[in-house]
């Protein structure tokens, strides 16, 4: 077992959950948190729904640095007044803030598989996507080469018709 699933007794460490619990390295250390099903699946997507984790209020003060490290880049994501205050109110020790900050980049770009994507990959598309302001439908099987990543996780830009667009991640899979 590993060492946070015994430090958490098998329970979410966000959210106190007990569905599906594994332990997730916070990276880019090693450490890792235990962490439910629902909260693992919002920590690697790209719209956390801020209701779920209103947990944070209490988990938020863990005295484990992972925790805090999540719960504080978590915090930073969710659009609601309440986690912006919560996050001030937080005290990081300096080497736990570098720690959060580190891969300040957010979550992993990753396919509609999970599998990492990274610039320059080549994708293709899994379904019509209508690209909206170019007045054509990016078809399905469509081969897209040498793929850009943004800001965004849940976005990357490509070329379709010499035509430079972005494309949901959810909806390509990496070539
Ligand atoms: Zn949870």
């Not at 015994?6 to 106190?16: I, P, T």
């Not at 390295?25 to 919002?42: E, L, M």
């Not at 947990?55 to 309440?82: F, Y």
């Not at 990959?121 to 007045?135: E, P, R």
């Amino acid at each position: 077992m590993s060492d946070a699933l015994e430090r958490s007794g098998g329970e979410c460490e966000l959210c106190g959950s007990n569905d599906g619990v594994e332990a997730v390295p916070v990276a880019p250390r090693p450490d890792a948190i235990a962490a439910c099903a629902t909260c693992r699946a919002q920590l690697a997507g790209t719209a956390p729904d801020a209701s779920h984790w209103l947990c944070l209020q209490g988990s938020a003060w863990s005295e484990v640095p992972a925790v805090q490290v999540v719960a504080w880049r978590m915090l930073g994501r969710l659009d609601a007044g309440w986690a912006l205050e919560l996050r001030d109110q937080l005290w990081l020790d300096d080497d736990t803030l570098a720690w959060a900050k580190d891969a300040a980049t957010g979550p992993a770009v990753v396919d509609c598989n999970g599998t990492p994507l990274a610039d320059g990959d080549t994708v293709t598309l899994v379904k019509d996507l209508d690209v909206k302001g170019a007045g054509f439908t990016a078809k399905r099987g469509t081969v897209v080469k040498n793929i850009r990543l943004g800001d965004d996780p849940g976005l990357v830009e490509g070329r379709v018709n010499n035509t430079s667009i972005y494309l949901k991640t959810e909806f390509i899979k990496r070539a």
